[in-house]
Structure formats: structure tokens, C-alpha cells
């Protein structure tokens, strides 16, 4: 049970947080409605009409990199973490440190394999014009 | 020097030569697929980087080679060094050769500038041979998946084409499913043994009696589906004669072909490693899928008249043959199962060069009538797609090496340790039914007349008509020389596979109690 006290208290903090930041605003404000400001915020696209309505590929185009390259960054932190018992030969002593002179690249040259190969990736993307907007 | 010819996988730098073939095939897709970018699509283009994949494939086969001369060996590990991977490996590499030369031609035809599609085949390719080498469930997966995705892409290549979209959404979509299936059963086996290495499943449901441990038993009938979807069995067949017949048709050989031999190197692979000590549980189910998907292949495909979608439902009947390979579970069947796939292979690619030869732009006149009298106009065409056929019936002498590849199939069912004779039954049954569509093509082609306003079609390409032609002498020639084909093959069950056991209702088990892990 201990070790989900965090939790609970990142839950309570959010809940606060989201309580408090809706009252103040009540608290300190004055309304002034219109029929624009009542409008649910929608990133800009009108938030009322027909859901099947076709969007240019560009966007699924950065969506499609966005998450490539975002999943590059999730597989990054894993490795960090890992990192040191990666490029060390034999077990780790007892205060985390690699043992002097057993070292190695392989947690390192695995990592530059793995960006080398999404580089390719993106360079292609590049060459074939699917960063440009226009 | 002992280095060079046992490999100790536990280090990365023997690892990684173990894989040497793949990573070589890999590194030099991504540089090609580098130069493919570098200048802008045209046809010239095209045809260059898929010259220069058809090198690449060269150089693998060389690096494959070298292994096999050398007789590599290495220590139980993720990564099979065997024959069977070998020679799985040169089936592959040959249909995907096959595949590359038909798209060059293919390609500029049809108007797909895309020099990115020799690549992406290379690309499958390579997920093909982790699968072929894969001792392990997670590289199993990642085999698949580099396989699927980039199959995925080839299949709706022709973007101007809305039936190849259709094929690569149905194909995406169903792929998808089937591998979540694999998936879950991978992840039901590993809860149940505690492992994902093949030969370690084995050893412990072997020595901590798992054979009738629930969870296993879902597990591999889990993967059994995914399987079953990913080569196309019958009742996991629907999406295969859609597919087949949007996509571009060298992609179609390529799936027919490649793709199915690849996923059936695991799926074998699998089932003799890590399942053999419960044989008697899956072995049922296997025979069953084995009876359906053949019954079924050859007798759907009798009403077929679009040939992309009769050799999407011969390929179908083929893949039950091979499950009869799967079912015997003895070496003699995974010899048999690699002999099959390397005759299968190169009939698949011929008959499907000859559909690309007479194909013409807009995939028109792919019915089987469009071919009537053939061979009064291009007698060769005509000759070796009756190779062709009567290799895939498995007719002796004109069908070449297709009458050995279902002769060792069906010895290998009656000499198993419990022999499948009934299965065998099936198997020459169905043949006999499938005679119905492969004489009737090789009919149409030499004695009904030619319609008067087909149009002659036009001298096939340098390319397509030498795969055409390679392909037919190679099926000629080896079936009057089988034994080259067999000595190649022999010896190259899986390693670590154990023998099954006489009866297969009685498994010996160990009285060992379930151990905690």
C-alpha cells in the first residue's frame, strides 16, 4: 500500500489543481458572454458540424512523423536507464559504478545503430518533401 | 579456426555475425533506399535502384553461401545457425529476386515511378529472414512485423489504382488482427512457461509437465490462428483472394511466394522447437486446418476465371499441403516442407511472370479466356505456363520438380512415427480435384482458338520473360535431377527438434512435480 501514497497524492494534487484553477477564475472574473466567447475551444476549427469532413494529407503526414520520431524519444528513456549496466562487461558493484576497466561501448553504439537507422528515415522523409507544407 | 565456424551468441560481436546475411541485406536496403530519395522518380531511376537491389540480393546469397560452405555452427541462442535457416533463406531470396526483376518491368508499364518499392521489398525481405532465423518468440514478432508492415505498403503500391487500395486497407486491417492474435498467444505461452526462447519452452513443458497446462494450450491456440491467418489457411483465408488480385501482380507472387514460405519457416519452426512434447494436443488441430484449408483452396478455385484470384486460391491449397508437412512433425517433414517451398516458389514466380507478360496496362485481360489460344501466338509463353501449371498440380515429367515436392510431402506423412495416411489420402484427393483448374488453363491455352479481336500481346520484357524462362528450366531440369535439390535439404530439421513420439496419445511425461519459478 505504501508505494501507491504517491499516487494518491498526484491524483488529489490534480483534482485540486483542477477544482481550484476553475473557481478562481469564477471568483476573479466578470462575464461578459457572447456568442463567440460561450463557443467550446476546439484548436481553432469550428466545433459544430459534420464529422466526416476531409482534412489535407499534410496532416496525417506530420502525424505519421511526429510519432516515428516520438517514439524514437520513448525508446530513449529506457535505455538511459539502462545505460549503465549496458556498457559494462560484468555486474555492476554494489554502488552502481562499473567495475574500472570493464566498460564498453555497446549500450552507446546500440543507441547511435538505432538513431543512425531513423536518421535514414529522415532523411528520406526529407528528400521526398514530406516535411515541406507547401 | 575454431571462431569462424562455432559462434558463441552470448557476444554481441558473434551475434551480429550471425546475422551477417540479414544486417548485410538490411544496411544495404537503407543505403539504396537513400539513393532511391536522392534523385527524383523517373523511369530510369527505377529500373537502376532495382538493379542494384538485384545485386544486393546477389551479395546476400554469396554471404549465405559462405555460411553454408563453411558449416557455421553456434550455441543455442535467439538465432538459429542452421540449414534450415539457410535454405529457407534461398527460397526467400530467390522469390524475392523473382519479385524485384517482374516489378522493374512491371513498374515502368504501369507508370509507378516509385524507385522505393524494389527497397521496401528488400526491406520485407530481410524481416523474412530474421523469421527464418528467429529461435525466439519476440524476434518471431519482430520478424512478422518488419515483414507485414512493409508488405502492407507493397500492396497498395499503385496508388492510382483503387483496387490496390482496397487490397492494402483489407490487408492492413486483417494482418493487424491476426497479429494480435499471434501476439496474445505469445504472450499466453510465455506466461506459461516462463520463456520465449523455442528450445527452452520445450525443455520446460517437458520437464515441468505443462502438457495440458490451460494456459499453454490457449497459448498455442492462439498462435495457431495468427498462423493460420498470416499463410492463408482455410478457415483464416477470406482476405487472401482480394488481396492477391488488387495488388500489382508481382506483389502478389511475392506474397503467394515469399511471404508464405517466410511465415511458414516460423510457423515450422515454432511447432517443432518449443511444441513438439505436446503434439498430441495441437496435432489434431493442425490436421484438421491441414484437410480444410486443402478441401477448400482446390475446390473454391474450380469456379475461379480470374487468374490472379485462381492462383490466389491455388496458393491457398498449397499452403495446406504444406501444413501436412507441419503435421507429420518429423525431420523427413521439414525436409520435405523446405523441398516444397523452394519448387513452389519458383512455379509461383513463373506463373505469376507470365501473368505480368500478358498482363497490359490497367491489369485488363487477366481472365483466364483472354488466354485462349495462346499458343498460337506465343507458343513459349504457352509452353512454360503448362510447366508452370502442371508443376503446381504436381505432374510428373512436364511438371518437373512439382511431382517430387508432393511425393516427399506425402512420404513424409506415411513414414512419420504414427503415419497420416488418411491425410495423404486428402492431399492426393485434393490434387486429383485441382487438375480441374490447372488443365483446364493449360486447355484453354492450346486448343481453344484464338478470339479473333484479342490482340496479339506484345513480346514480354527482358526481365519478365527471363524469370519466365528460368523458371520453367529450373522446374524442368530438377525434376530430372531431384536429388540435387534433396541433398541440399537433407539434414536440415530445425535443431533441437525432438522426435515425436510413437503414439501420439501417450506423451511420456516426467514426474516431475510443477516447479516454481
Redesign the interface.
Known amino acids: 500500500m505504501q508505494i501507491y501514497v504517491p499516487l494518491l497524492l498526484l491524483i488529489g494534487f490534480v483534482a485540486l489543481n483542477a477544482v481550484g484553477i476553475t473557481l478562481v477564475s469564477h471568483l476573479i472574473t466578470r462575464g461578459r458572454p457572447n456568442p463567440i466567447k460561450e463557443q467550446p475551444y476546439e484548436s481553432g476549427i469550428p466545433p459544430l458540424g459534420d464529422a466526416r469532413e476531409r482534412f489535407s494529407v499534410k496532416f496525417y503526414m506530420v502525424a505519421m512523423l511526429f510519432i516515428v520520431f516520438d517514439i524514437e524519444t520513448v525508446f530513449m528513456l529506457p535505455w538511459g536507464v539502462y545505460f549503465q549496466r549496458l556498457s559494462c562487461t560484468t555486474q555492476l558493484l554494489a554502488s552502481g559504478a562499473c567495475p574500472r576497466g570493464a566498460t564498453s561501448f555497446f549500450g552507446f553504439g546500440e543507441m547511435l545503430v538505432f538513431i543512425a537507422i531513423l536518421f535514414v528515415g529522415f532523411i528520406y522523409v526529407w528528400k521526398k518533401g514530406a516535411l515541406q507544407w507547401d | 579456426m575454431n571462431f569462424m565456424t562455432h559462434l558463441d551468441l552470448s557476444f554481441?560481436a558473434q551475434l551480429s555475425l550471425a546475422l551477417l546475411p540479414d544486417l548485410l541485406l538490411m544496411g544495404g536496403a537503407?543505403i539504396l533506399?537513400?539513393w532511391a530519395?536522392?534523385r527524383p522518380e523517373s523511369a530510369r531511376h527505377q529500373r537502376s535502384v532495382g538493379a542494384a537491389c538485384l545485386g544486393l540480393i546477389v551479395l546476400t546469397t554469396i554471404a549465405i553461401g559462405w555460411f553454408m560452405y563453411r558449416h557455421v555452427t553456434a550455441t543455442p541462442g535467439p538465432i538459429a545457425v542452421d540449414r534450415f535457416r539457410w535454405i529457407a533463406d534461398l527460397v526467400l531470396l530467390l522469390g524475392t529476386a523473382g519479385t524485384i526483376a517482374l516489378s522493374m518491368d512491371y513498374n515502368e508499364r504501369e507508370g509507378i515511378f516509385a524507385p522505393e518499392s524494389h527497397v521496401l521489398i528488400l526491406l520485407a525481405t530481410s524481416g523474412m529472414m530474421l523469421l527464418a532465423a528467429a529461435r525466439d518468440l519476440m524476434i518471431v514478432f519482430l520478424g512478422i512485423e518488419t515483414m507485414s508492415v512493409a508488405t502492407y505498403v507493397l500492396a497498395g503500391m499503385n496508388r492510382r489504382s483503387p483496387r490496390s487500395a482496397e487490397a492494402a486497407m483489407k490487408y492492413f486491417l486483417l494482418g493487424a488482427f491476426s497479429t494480435a492474435f499471434l501476439l496474445y498467444g505469445m504472450a499466453l505461452v510465455y506466461g506459461a512457461t516462463g520463456a520465449t526462447n523455442l528450445s527452452v519452452i520445450g525443455d520446460r513443458v517437458m520437464r515441468f509437465g505443462l502438457t495440458t497446462s490451460p494456459l499453454l494450450l490457449t497459448g498455442i491456440a492462439l498462435m495457431l490462428v495468427g498462423f493460420g491467418f498470416k499463410v492463408a489457411a482455410a478457415p483464416f483465408h477470406m482476405w487472401a483472394p482480394d488481396v492477391y488480385e488488387g495488388a500489382p501482380t508481382p506483389i502478389t507472387g511475392y506474397m503467394a511466394a515469399a511471404v508464405k514460405a517466410a511465415a511458414f519457416a516460423a510457423f515450422l519452426r515454432i511447432w517443432y522447437e518449443a511444441f513438439t512434447p505436446v503434439y498430441a494436443s495441437w496435432h489434431n488441430a493442425v490436421w484438421w486446418l491441414a484437410a480444410v484449408t486443402m478441401a477448400v483452396g482446390n475446390i473454391i478455385a474450380l469456379r475461379q476465371r480470374d487468374l490472379k484470384r485462381l492462383l490466389a486460391y491455388s496458393s491457398i491449397a498449397h499452403a495446406g499441403y504444406l501444413l501436412v508437412a507441419l503435421t507429420v512433425n518429423s525431420p523427413a517433414g521439414s525436409e520435405a516442407f523446405l523441398f516444397y517451398a523452394f519448387v513452389y516458389t519458383i512455379a509461383t514466380m513463373g506463373s505469376f511472370a507470365v501473368v505480368v507478360a500478358l498482363g497490359d496496362p490497367g491489369e485488363r485481360s487477366l481472365n483466364v479466356d483472354d488466354y485462349a489460344g495462346l499458343w498460337t501466338v506465343r507458343p513459349w509463353l504457352a509452353v512454360a505456363m503448362a510447366v508452370f501449371m502442371l508443376a503446381l498440380l504436381g505432374f510428373p515429367v512436364f511438371g518437373g520438380a512439382g511431382f517430387f515436392a508432393k511425393w516427399y510431402v506425402i512420404r513424409a506423412a506415411l513414414q512419420a512415427p504414427s503415419p497420416h495416411w488418411k491425410l495423404a489420402v486428402i492431399l492426393v484427393l485434393t490434387s486429383v480435384i485441382s487438375a480441374g483448374y490447372y488443365l483446364y488453363v493449360v486447355m484453354v491455352m492450346f486448343m481453344r482458338p484464338r478470339v479473333a479481336s484479342a490482340a496479339i500481346p506484345a513480346r514480354s520484357r527482358g526481365l519478365t520473360g527471363f524469370v519466365i524462362a528460368a523458371s520453367a528450366v529450373l522446374l524442368i531440369v530438377l525434376g530430372f535431377f531431384p536429388e540435387r535439390l534433396v541433398r541440399l535439404t537433407e539434414g536440415s530439421a530445425p535443431y533441437g527438434a525432438l522426435t515425436v513420439p510413437a503414439t501420439s496419445s501417450a506423451v511420456p511425461l516426467p514426474s516431475l512435480p510443477p516447479a516454481r519459478r
Do not use: H, R, S
Open positions: 554481441p537503407m533506399l537513400l530519395a536522392w
